[in-house]
């Protein structure tokens, strides 16, 4: 093993070689002189007391000792040259590579390789810096010894046809629970769920748990059809155990599964080995080449690096209300696609205490360990399945109760066990999907491999393909075409993109939009909040198929476009499109009187089908449609989102909004525009049009379905603005932009907070549907600095000879607690310039006549 | 190896345990903290017997007593060039883990005869040379130490098994 070696960094260069003391071929030891060298350096010397002082050059010469044993081959050097800096000097053959390392001991030669050298620049320890062996942290080797093995593994299994797959325990094949109550229910067999409970298997840990926990009994069931899907697929992968729980927990869950340690072997590692409470890595296992690796897991986001790699798997829950029990490491997890009020509640415990991933410290660990006890106690005080069930036989009694009254008496759990329900139920089918698409994917893997590979029969290396690519092929090909627009899965705030669903999807081949257009496909609604803008626009157009998300994880689990029948979405019917007129409000007219009629159109629909005017007249409030239920949900969830935002009202916009309800006793802004004389409007906008011709940095590429979606919002929410809406109807066909210029420029005005929708006086029934620019308006002036602003606006509105008294109105409308929202609404507007300001002025004209018109009316 | 060692000890007894049987204490009290435990070169094995028991001395502060106890010792002291029996724990493609009680030990591909090779095709995989010698989780196998290193109460070791005599242990 040769190696050549530098002379260092800690030389003082230049230097010039005095005389080579070693001939090539000797060898030579650690710190053995091997050469010496001079330097020239300079020192003040002199009185330094009066100060009389010079500066001396010396000439010094030093020793340079061997920083490594071995044979000396061959130097770079001679006698007398002069050496600018860093460079290699000399090659030496070394006995050992110190490439496996032990502990700090060499595993070939013994030596000790925590010893600190000064003649070597780098420790022996850090040349065996890879730990990949399953179940030991302190054996380590090199990068060198890590290729070589990695290379021997792939030969084996490209000669054997298999890959490797890691599989996750908790929640993926198994699903764990420590909860005394399945103890009791195997025992009694007349318990309802004893059936389900037969077979779980059981198991305690010497060293599990501390306190209440401690001994506990650890219940695991296997996922349906394991034993099987195990069986056949060993046949074509090399199985790995990969799991957050501790080395011993690993073990005993092994045994379970695999109790004559055919299938796994020993290659397990658990939390124990990984080095990393937060994150699984291939790397740790495969440090060089993941090429031939799968990985099936539950939890996509402790996969930070192997997404490719990676199959998500539906997790497995048959301990209802249970969770990961070995998930108190990870982040909460947010992919959940079941219908659970939501992930915390899903997730049972363990979940709502998870902790954020934070920098990893021993005291965060501690921290997090008595966590994970805590949860673990809960679990055995609580008992949440016994819960669960008291609850469902409760519920039982009481429908019985209702249906037979003589058996009044006899209702009592133990008497009538055929009464009932069980809690516990074991049908999922995961498994025989999963094995579908790893038979389907070693397929390919091996059909790719043998087309690459020039001659056939003979072993090549060098052609195996990348399974990610290959498992890429395979997965795009599910969803292809579709045009999938979510609503209501993605917590508003999150990118749809990066998120889990979304990157899912992406992997499925389907493109994802923000908002309903024509070319949409499918629009997918969470079944918790059914009622939300974009099913409204979807259900217009009739080529939109509004499933509910049960759909996207069939196709997420059976990697195939489902059938969308089962799961249509039932749209309530307020929110169907209204006749006639369903077609109208696509289409983009452009005349004015066309548009306007079509805006009342759209509005007119969010009423029930009547006509809007009429209704507005005799009650402003009718126009929420279900105060009380789901609108109330809805409008939870934009308060939440409303974080995120960032003023940027059309980002906002994309997202979730609802129609404007004003507040109890106050007029609809609409009311007031009852006498408004339009022409007015038309004539001051056309001249405004005329005098800004340019282009600001709004001039995006705007494709007819963003048109379109925020055509139909701005009538659904823009009432306020009338006049604003009013100059997005006529310019609808000439100049979309500067219409979008007036909607920024009214920012200030109408900015972008959800935040107040719930009305300060508390009125449960007043459970407005949150609309985005109206609230806005009151929320920016009690925030923003409001003499600036209005000092602002004062300039504009002389300029626009417009009295400007509806500067007062919002604050006696709405006296709101404030937000910090405004305070970017504020930088916006006066970011915007000049230009800007001046249409600020003509929006703020419009509605200073609205208002004039409003005090008419 | 092993050897009889004298050895001195400072045992501290809580107040609540001073009575007629303190001594029988803290004998007890000596096993159970010393016994099996790395004393940096040596393990100590098994404690024989105390055979002083110095007077009690309390503790200015929190009143426990203090007792110097003299004891005699089997300690084990592994050697370079040492011969052990191990029993095999672990077999990773790079080598295979053992433990010859309380010493973990690791024995690599490079301290192997060279027909014995790593068959990752078995279950659990192993080393073999495809004759007598199959080397898995559980097998005795005698060891020879190439060198330890230790640290506070922890010792490691490598071995090999290139030599006569070394390898598997007929049952």
């Known amino acids: 093993m040769n190696r050549t070696v530098n002379f260092g960094s800690r030389l003082r260069y230049p230097i010039t070689i005095v005389k080579i003391l070693k001939s090539p071929g000797t060898p030579i030891k650690k710190q053995e002189v091997l050469l010496t060298y001079s330097f020239e350096w300079t020192r003040t010397v002199g009185d330094h007391i009066n100060d009389k002082t010079w500066e001396e050059t010396t000439t010094t010469v030093v020793n340079w000792e061997s920083p490594i044993d071995g044979d000396l081959k061959k130097w770079f050097i001679k006698e007398g040259d002069v050496i600018k800096g860093d460079c290699p000097c000399m090659t030496v053959k070394e006995e050992c590579p110190h490439d496996v390392q032990f502990s700090g001991l060499c595993a070939r030669c013994g030596k000790d390789m925590t010893e600190v050298n000064w003649a070597a620049d780098t420790r022996d320890a850090d040349r065996a810096p890879i730990s990949m062996v399953h179940d030991q942290t302190s054996l380590t080797v090199s990068k060198t010894q890590a290729v070589r093995t990695e290379e021997t593994l792939q030969r084996r299994l490209l000669q054997s046809r298999k890959l490797s797959l890691v599989v996750d325990l908790d929640q993926t094949i ?16 007349t318990n309802p769920n004893y059936e389900s409970v037969k077979n779980v298997k059981t198991f305690q840990l010497e060293d599990g748990p501390r306190g209440v926990a401690r001994g506990c009994w650890y219940y695991i069931k296997m996922r349906p059809g394991l034993e099987e899907f195990l069986q056949r697929i060993s046949t074509m992968y090399e199985l790995h155990v990969y799991t957050m729980g501790t080395r011993a927990y690993a073990q005993n869950v092994a045994r379970i599964v695999d109790p004559n340690r055919k299938l796994f072997g020993n290659r397990v590692i658990s939390r124990d080995e990984n080095g990393n409470m937060y994150a699984k ?25 192997n997404r490719t790699n990676l199959i998500k798997v539906s997790p497995y829950e048959f301990f209802k209300g249970i969770g990961d029990i070995n998930s108190s490491f990870l982040p909460k997890r947010q992919d959940l696609l079941t219908d659970a009020p939501g992930p915390a509640a899903a997730n049972g415990k363990s979940a709502k205490e998870a902790k954020e991933a934070i920098p990893e410290s021993p005291a965060v660990t501690q921290l997090q360990l008595e966590e994970q006890e805590r949860t673990l106690e809960k679990q055995i005080k609580e008992r949440p399945l016994q819960i669960l069930q008291e609850k469902l036989d409760k519920e039982e009694e009481e429908a019985e109760k209702a249906s037979t009254v003589s058996e009044d008496g006899e209702d009592t759990p133990s008497s009538q066990p055929h009464h009932r329900h069980q809690v516990l139920s074991d049908d999922d089918s995961e498994l025989e999907f999963l094995e579908q698409h790893l038979t389907q994917i070693h397929k390919a893997y091996y059909e790719e491999y043998d087309r690459r590979r020039s001659r056939k029969l003979e072993l090549d290396i060098d052609a195996k393909p990348d399974v990610g690519d290959v498992m890429d092929d395979v997965k795009s090909k599910a969803l292809e075409g579709c045009r999938i627009v979510l609503s209501g899965i993605i917590p508003m705030g999150i990118d749809v993109l990066s998120s889990e669903i979304g990157l899912q999807l992406k992997s499925f081949g389907a493109q994802i939009r923000t908002s309903v257009s024509r070319d949409v496909t499918h629009l997918v609604v969470s079944t918790l909040r059914p009622r939300t803008s974009k099913v409204r626009q979807a259900a217009e157009i009739p080529s939109i198929k509004i499933v509910s998300q049960e759909w996207l994880s069939e196709c997420f689990c059976k990697w195939k476009k489902a059938d969308e029948k089962p799961y249509l979405f039932d ?14 409000t696509v289409a983009a007219t452009g005349d004015t009187e066309t548009e306007m009629d079509e805006g009342e159109e759209t509005d007119a629909r969010l009423t029930n089908g009547k006509p809007r005017r009429k209704i507005r007249l005799q009650n402003p409030r009718l126009r929420i449609v279900n105060p009380q239920g789901v609108s109330h949900k809805l409008e939870e969830d934009d308060e939440d989102s ?17 129609p404007y309800e004003p507040e109890d006793g106050e007029l609809s802004p609409t009311e007031r525009l009852k006498g408004f004389d339009w022409g007015d409007v038309d004539d001051e906008l056309e001249a405004f049009m005329e005098e800004s011709t340019d282009e600001d940095d709004e001039a995006k590429t705007d494709d007819d379905s963003r048109r379109t979606a925020g055509k139909k919002r701005k009538y659904a929410t823009d009432d306020e603005g009338e006049t604003g809406s009013e100059s997005d109807r006529v310019d609808e066909e000439g100049n979309v932009l500067s219409s979008k210029r007036v909607r920024r420029a009214r920012q ?9 929708q719930y009305a300060p006086e508390g009125n449960d029934d007043n459970s407005s549907l949150p609309t985005p620019q109206v609230t806005g308006e009151e929320d920016g002036y009690e ?6 602003l209005e000092a602002d606006f004062m300039a504009e509105f002389e300029a626009a000879e417009v009295e400007e008294d509806e500067e007062d109105q919002p604050k006696v409308q709405d006296p709101q607690p404030t937000t910090d929202l405004g305070a970017t609404t504020v930088a916006a507007t006066q970011s915007a310039g000049q230009q800007e300001s001046s249409l600020a002025a003509t929006a703020a004209a419009g509605k200073g006549s609205e208002n004039v018109s409003g005090g008419e009316g | 190896m092993f050897f009889l060692h004298n050895l001195e000890h400072t045992v501290t007894l809580h107040p609540s345990y001073f009575g007629r049987n303190m001594h029988e204490l803290v004998t007890a009290k000596l096993v159970k903290d010393m016994e099996g435990v790395c004393m940096g070169d040596y393990f100590i094995i098994a404690i024989m017997d105390t055979f002083d028991v110095s007077e009690g001395r309390i503790l200015p502060g929190n009143g426990l007593a203090e007792f110097t106890v003299g004891y005699r010792a089997v300690v084990w002291r592994p050697f370079k060039g040492e011969v052990v029996d191990c029993v095999v724990v672990s077999v990773n493609p790079h080598g295979f883990f053992c433990q010859a009680g309380p010493l973990r030990l690791f024995v690599s591909t490079s301290m192997m005869p060279e027909e014995i090779h790593y068959d990752a095709n078995a279950s659990p995989p192993q080393f073999t040379n495809n004759a007598d010698m199959v080397i898995e989780p559980n097998t005795h196998i005698r060891v020879k130490l190439i060198n330890m290193r230790t640290e506070v109460g922890e010792m490691w070791a490598i071995g090999t098994i290139n030599g006569d005599f070394l390898g598997c242990l007929q049952a």
């Open chain 1, 783 to 788: 925030d923003m600095d409001e003499a600036e």
């Open chain 1, 281 to 305: 890595s291939l790397q740790r296992l495969f440090p060089v080449s993941t090429d031939m690796v799968l990985i099936i897991d539950d939890r996509a986001d402790v996969w930070p690096n």
């Open chain 1, 642 to 658: 409303d974080d995120e935002d960032d003023g940027e009202i059309d980002d906002d916009l994309d997202d979730e909004f609802s």
């Open chain 1, 748 to 756: 200030p005005l109408g900015g972008s907070s959800l935040k107040n």
């Open chain 1, 571 to 584: 749209v309530h019917p307020d929110d169907r499109p209204g006749g006639k007129d369903s077609a109208g």
């Open chain 1, 174 to 189: 198994i699903h764990a629970c420590i909860d005394p109550t399945v103890g009791e229910w195997q025992r009694d067999p």
